[in-house]
């Protein structure tokens, strides 16, 4: 059963870290390409950043380029995504997904506050 597990999350000033953690199971997580998805209160699911399946690749939402940085672990089949220099607009549940024949795999999310 596939089965992706976001933590990490909580309430953090703005300027503060956090880092997110996504653990896999059920699959080949080397096999696939990794995302991070945000979802900020009354806004639409918005992609954060993507690692290729061997880690050699990322890509990220210009909002959160060179303050965010996304990474796998293959052994442990876990993608991080460490964020630096938060801001209250970073306020959003965030969640980690994979697609394999079509068909996109959600995590249940963790959700990080960004406010003083």
């Known amino acids: 059963q596939v089965q992706l597990v976001e933590s990490g999350g909580g309430l953090v000033q703005p300027g503060g870290s956090l880092r997110l953690s996504c653990a896999a199971s059920?699959?080949?997580?080397?096999?696939?390409?990794m995302t991070w998805y945000r979802q900020a209160p009354g806004k639409e699911r918005e992609l954060v950043a993507t690692?290729?399946?061997?880690?050699?690749?990322?890509t990220y939402a210009d909002s959160v380029k060179g303050r965010f940085t996304i990474s796998r672990d293959n052994a442990k089949k876990t993608v991080y995504l460490q964020m630096n220099s938060l801001k209250p607009e970073d306020t959003a549940v965030y969640y980690c997904?994979?697609?394999?024949?079509?068909?996109?795999?959600w995590g249940k999310g963790t959700l990080v506050t960004v406010s003083s």
């Open positions: 997904k994979f697609r394999r024949r079509g068909i996109d795999y």
């Open positions: 690692i290729t399946s061997t880690g050699d690749t990322t």
């Open positions: 059920g699959f080949i997580f080397s096999s696939y390409v």
